[in-house]
């Protein structure tokens, strides 16, 4: 059974950073390209960031420069580094999983995990 | 950036009766558009994947259609589960998502 788990999620102030780390379980982990969604609070879905199981990175325009993503296929986790945190950064960060093998980053998303939130405020 | 409307903003409808929500992108996608549903406190779920193609476990009552700019998914006789948030996705031009349409009970 495939399983993300989120975690890393926090009350932070502008300007501060923040780490998030997704586990994943129940397929190769290396195979899969992977991204993180967010969802701010009433709002609609937003593509953050991809990255390909071969390591290839790739960001929306709103987080390139501040956001890095990266991941650990020895550990099976994808993380997320978010530097220079703004409010409209406040959001559910999902981490999601592409639907077929392969470098191809532009995929749709089959599992995702249930969140992890992150507030930015003072 | 590609932009999708999607419309109506809210649908209601009763249990038993067909929805019908329409995508629209700004510029071509071909067939790259996906649809999901959500449900309050969830994370969304695949229904659909290039246009037309139902996700594994996905009941046949829902459907989608449409090429290029417009888009339908189609949810014959809908069920008191299905009542929630549906989302397109467009991968032709890195992602990007509609703002929902809300299907709600009447």
């Known amino acids: 059974e495939v399983q993300l788990l989120e975690s890393g999620g926090d009350l932070v102030q502008p300007g501060g950073s923040l780490r998030l780390s997704c586990a994943a379980s129940?397929?190769?982990?290396?195979?899969?390209?992977m991204s993180w969604v967010r969802q701010a609070p009433r709002k609609g879905l937003e593509w953050v960031s991809t990255?390909?199981?071969?390591?290839?990175?790739y960001y929306a325009d709103s987080v390139k420069g501040r956001f890095t993503i990266s991941r650990d296929n020895s550990r099976n986790t994808l993380y997320l580094q978010m530097n220079s945190l703004r409010a409209e950064d406040t959001a559910v960060y999902y981490c999601?999983?592409?639907?077929?093998?392969?470098?191809?980053?532009?995929?749709?998303?089959?599992?995702w995990g249930q969140g992890t939130l992150v507030t930015v405020s003072s | 950036e590609i932009v999708l409307t999607q419309s109506p903003a809210t649908l209601s409808l009763s249990p038993g009766e067909r929805a019908t929500l329409s995508c629209r992108a700004s510029?071509?996608?071909?067939?790259?558009l996906a649809w999901y549903q959500q449900k309050p406190g969830q994370p969304p779920r695949l229904l659909i994947f290039?246009?037309?193609h139902r996700a594994t476990d996905i009941p046949a009552r829902f459907s989608g259609s449409g090429s290029g700019t417009d888009f339908t998914l189609t949810i014959n006789s809908l069920e008191p589960e299905d009542f929630a948030v549906y989302y397109c996705?467009?991968?032709?031009?890195?992602?990007?998502f509609g703002q929902g349409t809300k299907v709600e009970i009447k």
């Open positions: 999601a999983k592409a639907i077929w093998v392969g470098e191809e980053p532009k995929r749709p998303f089959d599992y």
């Open positions: 129940g397929f190769t982990f290396s195979n899969y390209a």
């Open positions: 990255i390909s199981g071969g390591g290839s990175t």
């Open positions: 510029q071509s996608v071909g067939s790259n």
């Open positions: 290039d246009a037309s």
């Open positions: 996705q467009q991968r032709s031009n890195w992602l990007t």
